[in-house]
């Protein structure tokens, strides 16, 4: 039914105990530099993407202010027909101005809650 465990056989090479160490020292050193180049591989790899992220990054941001520079335009010459040319640049105007206090207003809340939560309170007020 069971096998009987086999027998273990193995024959010891006599290396001395600075001989051991020298291998391993070694195959530390082989192991290091294998790790290095590894890693510098790694940071040329992410190097070479980042710029490639950050010029995506901002040929998307300067679309998206075209996208909204039309928008605002377009809105613009819609009221202008309604209300007047200086009455829907003065709407324009304020409610960009609105949007832009609102998002301001919003991450200097988040800026004083970071800082709270990292307990850093500087002293100064934003």
């Known amino acids: 039914m069971l096998d009987p465990a086999p027998s273990l056989d193995l024959e010891v090479e006599d290396i001395s105990f600075a001989q051991d160490l020298r291998l391993l020292a070694e195959e530390a050193r082989t192991l290091a530099q ?6 510098k591989t790694r940071a040329a790899y ?29 809105l613009v010459l819609s009221l202008a027909s309604v209300i007047g040319p200086w009455a829907a640049t003065a709407v324009g105007t304020l409610a960009l101005l609105a949007i832009a206090l609102a998002l301001g207003m919003s991450a200097r809340g988040r800026v004083r809650r970071m800082r ?11």
Do not use: C, H, K, W
């Open 34 to 39: 294998a790790e290095l180049a590894f890693q």
């Open 116 to 126: 709270s939560a990292l307990g850093n309170d500087g002293g100064g007020d934003l």
């Open 46 to 74: 992410v190097g070479a993407e980042v710029r490639t992220i950050a010029l995506f990054g901002t040929l998307a941001a300067v679309f998206v202010f075209f996208a909204l520079m039309a928008l605002v335009f377009g």
